[in-house]
């Protein structure tokens, strides 16, 4: 596994600082928080002394130790420990410090994701890969209209030597690999590709009914990295298509939708540039020359709304179960009477209003519960004391995708929730639960959180106006 795995021997102590997100703390009098400045090295002489908070936080997650079954906490640093009690039951892959796909064999081993360049904890629902082939497009069930596929020619996203090359015909038609599958009308699936350059730059996705012609399908072009032209049909239309960098001229392209009428194939096909044409429009339909070619890796077709991390199937589908992280805390740790619940996350594209964070006893019925809704692009924080609502705050959001800072700071008739450096709204009625968790679900063992994890925190004591917009700064 990569660097960046450490066992709790390995931290240190008290005297050391603690990187949390973007910031960090020094372990002093003044308990000083810094922000990292563009060329960090280790120096406070080159980073932003952001506020000096004397509460120290009675519990702190960042993405940096864990082992099989446990995510460890920062702090504290001695005993009780407010570790979380992590489950998957399945192997799962990770982008890495390297910025390479690996293995992640330990069943119940914690995801440090580096896909955004930075790591985060990833916690996933469970999904499955429809390919049955991810890899070998060489096999009899990726049928070959007009292109031959070698396998094993090139250095793949994995940094393995496992990518393929698919290659047209000198027929001037359609370039293709395809494979039959049997899904549902009217239900999203994302279907995802890894894909680079070789002589041609230009790779269509698509899902169809071929029995009406159903379409949804989009161009990617993989020279500048861009979505190009949907060429759905039947009145469908692709929900969403995104192309992520995985270096080196690697692409992972998705589109996500669905049809009225149920898919029975997806298809990988080669396009190209029409010739003089003005607007630069991919063509499917050209004539070959039998060398123009791509690289190919990892396909992927989940029945979800959003592509998830690759899994790689290799005869059947394959399911990765999901991320469960539960269990951290205790009375003395997490203040019933005032705090600060601190977060610094990301949605995936897709996040229904019950998959949440919480402060609460292990039931729904007393907790401080935070949740992202993708449908309104918005965030709320839920107050509930003995099984009546005290306190509901929302927070409009420009993208939960983006990684952004949340602060919840709650004190009977006094809540106030913030947003990257701003106070958004307060709650002046209501009282506090009496709690002692912190979990990834809505307050007992469901509705887990689905996201990226930079940092939580819990603070026993309120915290002044001016601490909390440099806590979310």
């Given at each position: 596994m990569a660097n960046e795995i450490y066992h709790r021997s390995n931290w240190g102590n008290a005297v050391n600082d603690i990187a949390w997100g973007d910031v960090y703390e020094k372990f002093d009098a003044t308990n000083e928080m810094f922000v990292r400045s563009d060329n960090y090295e280790n120096s406070n002489e080159t980073d932003k002394l952001m506020a000096a908070i004397n509460p120290k936080p009675s519990i702190l997650l960042t993405p940096t130790a864990y082992d099989n079954g446990s995510l460890h906490t920062v702090k504290p640093v001695l005993s009780p420990f407010a570790d979380f009690d992590f489950t998957r039951g399945t192997i799962a892959t990770r982008v890495n410090e390297q910025g390479l796909i690996e293995d992640v064999t330990d069943t119940n081993l914690p995801r440090i994701d580096y896909t955004d360049g930075t790591g985060s904890l990833l916690l996933e629902p469970q999904s499955t890969n429809l390919i049955t082939y991810s890899e070998d497009f060489s096999q009899p069930a990726w049928n070959k209209s007009n292109t031959s596929i070698q396998i094993n020619t090139t250095t793949s996203p994995s940094g393995n030597f496992d990518g393929s090359t698919l290659t047209d015909n000198a027929t001037s038609s359609i370039h293709r690999l395809r494979d039959t599958v049997s899904l549902s009308a009217s239900t999203n699936y994302s279907l995802s590709v890894f894909a680079k350059k070789n002589t041609l730059s230009n790779i269509q996705l698509a899902?169809?009914?071929?029995?009406?012609?159903?379409?949804?399908?989009?161009?990617?072009?993989?020279?500048?990295?861009?979505?190009?032209?949907?060429?759905?049909?039947?009145?469908?239309?692709?929900?969403?298509?995104?192309?992520?960098?995985?270096?080196?001229?690697?692409?992972?392209?998705?589109?996500?939708?669905q049809l009225s009428s149920a898919p029975n194939q997806y298809q990988i096909t080669l396009a190209t540039q029409s010739t003089g044409n003005s607007q630069s429009v991919k063509q499917v339909t050209y004539s070959g020359d039998g060398t123009g070619s791509v690289f190919l890796y990892g396909a992927q077709l989940e029945e979800l709304s959003y592509a998830t991390s690759y899994i790689p199937t290799s005869g059947s589908t394959v399911t990765r179960l999901k991320d469960v992280c539960l269990n951290s805390g205790s009375s003395d740790l997490i203040s019933s009477t005032e705090g600060v619940l601190y977060l610094e996350v990301a949605a995936f594209a897709s996040i229904n209003n019950f998959q949440s964070i919480s402060l609460s006893d292990g039931t729904a019925q007393n907790r401080i519960r935070f949740t992202l809704r993708s449908d309104l692009n918005r965030a709320f924080f839920q107050v509930t004391d003995g099984n009546t609502g005290q306190a509901f705050i929302n927070i409009d959001i420009t993208d939960i995708?983006?990684?952004?800072?949340?602060?919840?700071?709650?004190?009977?008739?006094?809540?106030?929730?913030?947003?990257?450096?701003?106070?958004?709204?307060?709650?002046?009625?209501?009282?506090v639960p009496t709690i002692n968790q912190l979990n990834f679900t809505s307050g007992a063992t469901s509705q887990n959180f689905n996201g990226k994890v930079k940092s939580v925190a819990v603070y026993k004591e309120a915290l002044t106006d001016a601490q909390l917009t440099a806590l979310t700064t």
């Open positions: 899902l169809i009914n071929t029995a009406n012609s159903n379409t949804i399908s989009k161009v990617f072009d993989l020279e500048n990295g861009v979505i190009g032209e949907e060429l759905s049909q039947g009145g469908t239309t692709v929900s969403d298509a995104k192309i992520q960098n995985y270096g080196n001229g690697w692409f992972r392209c998705i589109i996500v939708g995708t983006d990684f952004n800072k949340f602060a919840f700071e709650y004190k009977e008739n006094d809540f106030a929730a913030w947003l990257n450096g701003v106070k958004i709204a307060t709650d002046t009625i209501g009282t």
